[in-house]
């Protein structure tokens, strides 16, 4: 298998999900499957191609990328949310949320 | 009261401006309908009665004004449920956002209400938009209208079922993999999704964000273009939204396809695709032709490798973007006895099986010592994939392919095999990946009259282009050919 049971585990702290015993086991099965099907990427020689993390808007128009017009000016702006976002927490005293005790682990 | 049973964009407005039906009377028509064929489908999640009747009665005053109406004044449309609106539940089919309320609109949802629409409600999803068939809500499968036996498609699924059955005239969808476009193609209806920065984001729930688009189903090709020009520009609030000119796409359309040169690429028409999909998209593509477009065949030697590249890519920035949901701020929180205690208890009860497994998988491409292995070289085939289409559009003007590899799949027939679904996404990832704009269009019906999708694909900010091709194939007939 790719995958041990270990790494399954491993992965599901880093993601912070509490998987049953079953679950653990079935997961491991099928990223096992689609892990060995993505293999197939290791066909391509890649060697030289540069990552393509995001489509570029204006790759033929380097000019306008230059002047990034989607962004706007750095300025503040009046934000009165607070409330707003609160109002939507299991737990919130103004203008906090309130969680569990954090220094155990 | 009307007696029409089938509605239009401009048939909306033309009924509104001579008054044959008000916004209101339009909008109770449609809830009377949704009343009866939803339960059986479960295509809707929320409705806004209050909100439609409010935007309704400020489009009827309008009319009794005598002021000129905007281009979606009164059209009944659904809004898949991972868009945000004010004061309406906001689920993305998921458990943990169960009760979640959103404090603001999307800037498709408000650009829509400016031109005129009326929100029916929220409409039934996959969880987070992971998944092609619509199994993967919390809140149950969608049936698709067309053969209630079947799926939808997804992840859009409710988005395409209203529309295909009648219970809005118009709908927003999203698409990250396919998610407007196959479920488009299994309920037999125009599913487009735009170019990558096309259409504003804000407001909409990420699934993976250098993927994620939204888009409109319509029941035919004028609305999609009223639709998409309503929703499409720079919106300031979205930074990956681009300031790149909105075509006139009403005009784009009338426009004839004569001349235009079509792509055909053999890598589409390989094994695993169903021989009479295959059979009417090839019959599609030969109407195109009988119309004066050029047919050129091409080669697009990476698509093989689309699927596997979308799947580490989309669950990695999945993992990142659904690290948010951890019962402090919004949503679903089940007590613990630490605060990551809490956020394991609170994941682990909220959300559901594709989603955790795609979090699991994008977490191990991203984890130390793997990343190189399948992240780095996974965005490396995207630009591969990219560089596909971009060489294909210096000698076409779109590319035509199939939708899906089969019409609509029977409810429960692939959901036990999360890699079989997987790679059922063949040949719309590929557009996904490069970031060009896709339409499925209606193409027929297979004997046992499942609907049958064609797709058609052009250059970055090419829409009208996309449209224009589309519309000349409605007008031939292709949709039923």
Redesign the interface.
């Known amino acids: 298998m790719k995958?041990s049971r270990e790494?399954?585990l491993?992965?599901?702290e880093?993601?912070?999900?509490?998987?049953s015993p079953e679950?653990i086991d079935t997961?491991r099965g099928?990223?096992d499957?689609?892990?060995s099907?993505?293999?197939?990427?290791?066909?391509?020689e890649?060697t030289g191609?540069?990552?393509?993390?995001?489509?570029n808007?204006?790759?033929d128009a380097p000019q306008?990328a230059e002047s990034h017009?989607?962004?706007?000016e750095d300025v503040l702006r009046r934000c009165d949310?607070a409330d707003?976002?609160l109002?939507?927490?299991?737990?919130a005293e103004k203008p906090f949320?309130r969680?569990?005790?954090?220094i155990?682990? | 009261m009307s007696a029409q049973t089938s509605w239009t964009v401009a048939g909306v407005r033309e009924a509104l401006a001579s008054k044959k039906v008000s916004a209101k009377e339009l909008a109770s028509e449609f809830y009377v309908r949704i009343e009866k064929r939803n339960p059986e489908l479960n295509a809707y999640l929320t409705l806004s009665p209050e909100r439609a009747y409010e935007q309704a009665a400020r489009i009827d005053a309008a009319v009794s004004r005598g002021e000129a109406l905007p281009v979606l004044a009164g059209v009944p449309i659904a809004v898949k449920d991972v868009i945000s609106t004010t004061g309406i539940r906001t689920t993305c089919g998921s458990k943990i956002l169960e009760n979640y309320v959103p404090p603001y609109d999307a800037t498709t949802v408000e650009r829509l209400e400016r031109a005129g629409a009326v929100i029916l409600g929220k409409t039934n999803c996959d969880e987070f938009a992971m998944g092609s068939s619509n199994e993967n809500s919390a809140y149950g499968p969608v049936r698709n209208p067309v053969a209630t036996d079947r799926v939808p498609g997804g992840s859009s699924g409710g988005s395409a079922a209203v529309v295909a059955a009648g219970l809005a005239v118009a709908s927003l969808g999203t698409d990250t993999g396919g998610s407007i476009r196959q479920p488009g193609s299994f309920c037999g209806i125009p599913g487009l999704m735009p170019t990558y920065g096309r259409v504003s984001r804000y407001g909409l729930v990420a699934f993976a964000s250098s993927l994620d688009k939204i888009g409109p189903f319509t029941g035919n090709i004028a609305d999609t273009a009223a639709v998409l020009g309503a929703i499409a520009g720079h919106d300031p609030n979205d930074s990956t939204s681009a300031a790149v000119p909105v075509e006139n796409y009403l005009a784009e359309i009338e426009k004839p396809a004569k001349g235009m040169r079509i792509g055909v690429p053999e890598d589409y028409f390989g094994e695993g695709l169903d021989p009479e999909v295959k059979e009417k998209v090839q019959a599609g593509i030969a109407l195109l032709e009988s119309l004066g477009c050029q047919r050129i065949p091409l080669q697009m030697p990476h698509t093989d490798y689309a699927i596997a590249a979308y799947y580490i890519i989309a669950t990695a920035e999945a993992s990142s973007n659904l690290a948010r949901y951890d019962g402090v701020r919004y949503g679903l929180r089940v007590p613990g006895s630490t605060l990551i205690d809490m956020y394991r208890k609170t994941r682990e009860r909220g959300f559901g099986p594709e989603v955790k497994r795609r979090i699991m998988l994008g977490t191990y491409a991203l984890s130390s010592g793997y990343y190189d292995a399948y992240y780095l070289r996974a965005q490396k085939v995207r630009a591969l994939i990219a560089r596909d289409f971009s060489d294909a559009f210096q000698k076409v003007d779109a590319i035509l392919t199939p939708t899906a590899p089969t019409p609509a799949f029977r409810i429960g027939e692939k959901s036990s095999d999360p890699l079989q679904m997987y790679l059922a996404d063949i040949y719309t990832v590929t557009g996904s990946l490069a970031g060009v704009p896709g339409i499925s269009v209606p193409c027929g019906k297979t004997k046992a009259g499942l609907p049958v999708g064609m797709q058609i694909f052009g250059p970055h900010f090419r829409e009208g282009s996309v449209l224009r091709l589309a519309r000349a194939f409605e007008n031939a007939g292709g949709f039923t050919i």
């Open positions: 995958i790494e399954v491993r992965v599901a880093l993601a912070h999900l509490e998987l679950e997961y099928q990223l499957e689609i892990l099907y993505i293999d197939k990427l290791k066909e391509l890649v191609v540069e990552p393509m993390a995001q489509v808007f204006h790759s306008v017009p989607e962004l706007r949310v707003a976002v109002a939507r927490a299991t737990d949320f969680v569990p005790k954090v155990e682990r």
